[in-house]
């Protein structure tokens, strides 16, 4: 060993000549597309996560078609499983082709369970791949074309099982429709876990998230009251209802199948009550109309939900309904005001509790900051309605029931007119009935008095 002279640096402890550690293993660094340990490959991931969405969103369809099937000797094993891969194609907006003529109308049931499983699909695959958190639009993006492509895959081999020894589906149309509507609902979910919803909610403007979010109040408000109002309209044809059901000669299990087939279209029902409360109304077969103001029908299927339709125009009392849409939208227009006034206050820990408080804190908000949120809450509402009047529709064979649901873009129109100018009315209402409390009526507010604002020019100060 060689003596350390004073000049020559003193090595540390457990270091080589070289500089290399003693006793310590390199731990190479992960090659490029090779996922760290303990994270899932991307397509490893996507494909587990879209394969247990179809499948969770599948098995209640199967077990619904299948045992009514299999309870009243209908058919095999395999003729049940396959009328459960028709009714989950159907629910997914995939058209079958049958000897009746092509049947799209879609259970938006069914469709509601699709896209929420699909939304947890894109959650655990960004978890699986360690992208929680990580706030990259590419991330979030990548999963949800992953996860869309391993669904578009599945719509496909369900589609060509179908076509074997069924209805006849295209293979194409499903592998389309399913990448699409997976690589969406994905995309919500993997947004959400990896933090870009946050970004995009800083980096937008104020008036456009405020906007946005009483677009959405506003339309949901409207699909809840045509909920209760198609719950109402079965409720009192429920003998109607009843005689239908008991006209299909089924047995027990098949009457049960039944209802439950008509709860599935239950959302449905409740667009279309929207829509006959917004005034376009909607269809149920070739040249029919259901409005307000008229109710043309011809003979109609057996369908236990149809018993709820309206038998003449609205008169009377009935005619306070066409005021739900104006009411509801506004209500979106008074939340839209307390909110801007809670944050105003400083936010909901800051909230006011006194009459006077809460005057103040609505005068603290200007009009623009309040009007431009309330006119853009029509066209987020009218989106919303015409996307669900839209997938709501479709025929349920050939002939005369070639067309059934309302028109989209009618309905997209009326409700971003009535949503906007009701929202614009609720939202200014809100603030000029909630006036500040002053000293005199002259002066400035108590909120301003406490912040030390400086009187207006030309009239004398109060504190001296």
Do not use: C, K
């Not at 958190?133 to 496909?156: E, F």
């Not at 439950?260 to 959302?267: G, I, N, R, T």
């Not at 000029?432 to 301003?448: D, I």
């Amino acid at each position: 060993m060689s003596p350390v002279t004073p000049d020559q640096p003193r090595r540390p402890a457990g270091v080589a000549a070289d500089g290399r550690p003693i006793g310590r293993t390199r731990v190479p660094a992960p090659r490029s597309g090779e996922a760290p340990r303990g994270r899932a490959p991307l397509p490893v991931a996507a494909g587990v996560a879209a394969a247990w969405a179809a499948l969770t969103s599948w098995l209640p369809v199967a077990l619904v078609l299948g045992l009514a099937q299999l309870s009243e000797d209908a058919g095999s094993l395999p003729g049940a499983l396959r009328a459960g891969l028709a009714g989950w194609l159907l629910g997914h907006g995939v058209p079958l082709q049958t000897s009746a003529g092509p049947l799209g109308l879609a259970p938006l049931a069914l469709t509601a369970l699709a896209v929420w499983r699909l939304t947890r699909a894109g959650v655990h695959a960004s978890r699986a791949i360690g992208a929680r958190g990580g706030r990259s639009p590419r991330q979030a993006l990548t999963v949800a074309v992953a996860v869309g492509i391993g669904y578009a895959l599945l719509g496909a081999l369900a589609a060509v099982a179908v076509s074997a020894g069924g209805p006849r589906v295209s293979p194409v149309r499903a592998g389309l429709t399913f990448a699409l509507l997976g690589t969406l609902a994905a995309l919500v979910g993997a947004v959400r876990t990896t933090g870009v919803w946050v970004l995009l909610a800083r980096r937008s403007a104020p008036p456009l998230r405020d906007g946005v979010r009483t677009g959405l109040v506003a339309g949901l408000l409207l699909l809840g009251t045509g909920a209760g109002a198609a719950g109402l309209a079965v409720a009192t044809g429920g003998g109607d209802a009843a005689d239908l059901i008991g006209a299909y000669r089924t047995g027990v299990a098949g009457q049960a199948g039944i209802t439950l087939v008509s709860l599935a279209y239950a959302p449905n029902a409740s667009v279309w009550s929207a829509s006959y409360l917004l005034g376009p109304g909607f269809a149920v077969g070739t040249d029919t109309a259901v409005r307000t103001s008229e109710v043309s029908v011809g003979a109609l299927p057996a369908v236990p939900l149809l018993a709820g339709l309206p038998r003449g125009p609205m008169d009377g009392l009935g005619a306070g309904l066409l005021a739900v849409p104006v009411l509801a939208g506004m209500a979106a227009g008074w939340l839209l005001a307390r909110r801007l006034a809670r944050s105003a206050a400083g936010g909901r820990a800051a909230a006011p509790t006194r009459r006077s408080d809460r005057a103040e804190a609505a005068s603290a908000v200007g009009w623009p900051a309040l009007l431009v949120p309330a006119a853009l809450a029509g066209p987020v509402a009218g989106v919303l309605l015409g996307v669900a009047a839209a997938i709501s529709g479709g025929p349920l064979g050939g002939g005369r029931l070639a067309e059934i649901g309302p028109v989209w873009w009618q309905v997209a129109g009326v409700a971003t007119a009535v949503v906007a100018v009701s929202a614009l009315l609720g939202a200014a209402a809100t603030r000029l009935l909630t006036r500040p409390v002053g000293t005199g009526g002259r002066g400035r507010t108590r909120a301003e008095q406490a912040r030390g604002a400086p009187d207006a020019p030309g009239r004398p100060s109060r504190t001296g």
